[in-house]
């Protein structure tokens, strides 16, 4: 396979011209990854993967996944928030890549919390 | 952490943590040994802090969340007879820099690395980051100002397209250097 070159990421943005534009982070739904140490221990990198895998299969182009650091709460790790627009801000413990794929579907595509992962809703 | 990448991704989390805007990470790797080398232009790191910031018994402490990471991976490679320096100026930055075997039967494998570079540029597109990897077979090199300036300047190339490019272009190219 001819090896890929940041060149042909230009021919990427000028195919989707349009879109690019309206790339705004504001008025699309956020998830956000804690990537503490411990996060990281309990396989946060994994899950977020496993998130951006879905956002790339299922061509997602409302969404937007940031990271933060640690919250204090090791013990839930991995924790994913998720925050659709207009919705509250709902966190997920013990968020393994099988939990996140289902929190996009259900959650993130679907509308609907996923209530027995939640560890606190904002 | 059953890797080096997570070490490495933990390192640089503590960067972003310190509010770094650049970020400079290379890695060396040869036969014998493996320097890494990470320079970030964040908060810096007061002195009284790094000086036991290797120590997990005064870092692991609920309050002091940042530098837990840094004492588990000097532990890794303090095992492995490897060393790790930080020097740090408070409001200029730090600069970590550990020298370890690159063979020693403890240490971790790297892992996928291309994984982590992956993780860290599409989700801090406000971060620049220079990836500079060398080992016997090859050099490879990333920045997000490239990235960046390939999509004319745009600041959130969060999107599916350019994700999945991001993905394809590290593991093909990071692939061939075997690390
Ligand atoms: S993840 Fe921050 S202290 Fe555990």
Redesign the interface.
Known sequence: MKKLTLEELKKIKEKAQSDLQARSPEGKDKIVVHMGTCGIAAGARETLLAILDEIEKRNLQNVVVTQAGCIGLCEYEPLISVQKVGGPKVLYKHVTPEKARKIIAQHVINGQIVTEDVLSTE | ?KELS?HL??LI?NS??AGAKNIFIEINKNKEKTVLRIVDDGKGIPEDVLRDITNPFTTTR?TR??G??IS?FNEVITNCGGKLNIKSKVGEGTELISEFPSNHIDLPPWGNLA??I???I???PEINFNFKIKTEKGSFEISTE??KS???G?N??????????I???LN??LGGIGI
Not at chain 2, 156 to 165: G, K, L, Q, T
């Open positions: 952490m997570l991704l933990d989390e972003i943590e609920r969340k940042v837990l990471g588990l994984d982590t992956y993780a860290l599409v989700t801090h490239d990235i390939k999509l004319g745009d959130s190339f969060f999107d599916p397209e350019v994700i999945r490019f993905k394809s272009y093909q190219n």
